[in-house]
């Protein structure tokens, strides 16, 4: 099941999985840039086969401390969740995560968006219609937020990834957060099947 807010207690069977001390029952997606929360979505329908999965729609227009406040907001009072995000998600993923003590991944993840986004700056348009602008100094406030990895997280790549370099990527991480890189892909990632059967034997999910 798929959610925009997170499951009510009194309208959904909560499923509680547990990994050593650690119980997974609810997973937040975080959402690329210019894209959106949609519970519809395949990578949204499939992790939602082993936790009711919830999101919100953040602007990443806003500065990177506000969009972190949007996500921070819904994970209040829900302390056994999986933060998961792609792209621009998986930035943030990583920083709730770090920063908030909950196990997250980050898929094909944005390590330096004040590097990434410099080619959105200006006027755009979503891929739902929203047409935006991105501001000079909303990009250059991520220059004194670096990637975190001080948290409890995995690093998963498409090394096909065209919009990203993974190996660049593969180079930043190194040995300080485990990181799983498939052969082949793109940015929007191909390898959902595969992740599911990591996070599975990783939460004891499913």
């Excluded at 937040?28 to 086969?49: E, I, R, W």
């Excluded at 090394?159 to 370099?165: K, N, Q, R, S, T």
């Amino acid at each position: 099941m798929a959610t925009e807010k997170p499951p009510a207690e009194k309208n959904h069977r909560r499923q509680q999985h547990h990994t050593g001390a650690r119980r997974i029952d609810r997973i937040l997606y975080c959402h690329g840039f210019a894209s959106n929360f949609d519970p519809a979505k395949d990578k949204v329908q499939m992790l939602a086969t082993f936790a009711p999965v919830y999101g919100v729609t953040v602007d990443y227009t806003l500065h990177p401390r506000e969009v972190f406040a949007t996500y921070a907001r819904a994970l209040q009072d829900q302390p056994n969740t999986l933060v998961i995000g792609t792209s621009m998600g998986g930035f943030f993923a990583a920083w709730l995560g770090s920063e908030l003590g909950l196990p997250f991944i980050a898929i094909n993840p944005a390590l330096s968006p004040g590097i990434s986004l410099r080619k959105h700056i200006g006027k755009g348009t979503t891929y739902f219609g929203t047409e935006f602008v991105l501001k000079r100094e909303v990009v250059d406030a991520y220059a004194d937020l670096p990637f975190r990895m001080d948290g409890e997280g995995e690093i998963i790549l498409d090394l096909g990834d065209e919009v990203i370099d993974a190996l660049a990527t593969l180079t930043e991480i190194g040995s300080r957060l485990p990181v799983t890189a498939f052969e082949g892909g793109s940015h929007r990632f191909d390898h959902m099947q595969e992740l599911l059967e990591i996070t599975r034997k990783r939460f004891g999910l499913g």
